[in-house]
């Protein structure tokens, strides 16, 4: 096969496939009973036609058969006046006449028999087209069905083009969701376990234990002096520790002095 031969059989098989994804068998079936009316309705202008002929027809031999009936009263007449002259010029004439009617009538059972054939091509063609027309109907109805058919068993099992690409989207949410919420529980387990600062509790968290932290080191500090005050400088004095006295301001020594005089 060569290449020309086997492109063109490519692209016609192509075009095939293409024109029957295209193809709607209901619209096809439409066409093909439109055309029909269209052809019963040439058939029934033939049958005007060819009946409007042969009344035409008629009507001629009707007025030579007139005309005819005419000439012989004319040539009874003639004979009756002895003008036998004017009788054979009007048997001639109504001669002539009879050889046009009968010519005409010849034509006039042509067109009748014409007339009969397409009346009866008609009527058998319109019967054609009536169960066409039943047939056509209940193919559409079939097919209809079985299309909704089809498309609700796609649309029940997902295996349709829509129905395909909601799944994928559903199954995109459901698998943002399910990262979404397991991101959002790992980040409250590590806040919960301390590996991870509330950042936005981390400014008033410091300010706060800044302030507990001074109050408790404050606590601290005036506890641990009334301790030493109570405890230490007593026994210092009783030692008579000079050294301590002389070293401490003269408020101190004023009231170690004091605490002397009175234990004395």
Known sequence: ????????????????????????????????????????SKVRRGVADVATSRKRVELQVNQLEQQAA?????????????????AREALTRKSGLSSQITSLKEQQATLQGEEDKLVLAQQRLQAKVEAFRTRKETIKATYTAAEAQTRIGEAMSGIGEEMGDVGLAIQRAEDKTAQMQARGQAIDELIASGALDDASQVNAGDDIARELDALSSGSDVEAELARLKAGSAPQAIEAGDGDIL???????????????????
């Open 1 to 40: 096969m060569s290449l020309m031969k086997r492109i063109s059989l490519i692209f016609r098989s192509k075009a095939n496939k293409a024109l029957d994804r295209a193809e709607d068998p209901r619209e096809t079936l439409d066409y093909s009973y439109q055309r029909q009316l269209e052809l019963l």
């Open 70 to 86: 005419k000439l012989q009263g004319q040539a009874e007449k003639a004979i009756g006046a002895g003008r036998e002259d004017l």
């Open 246 to 264: 002389a070293d401490a301001p003269e408020a101190v020594r004023a009231e170690g002095d004091g605490t002397e005089g009175g234990r004395a």
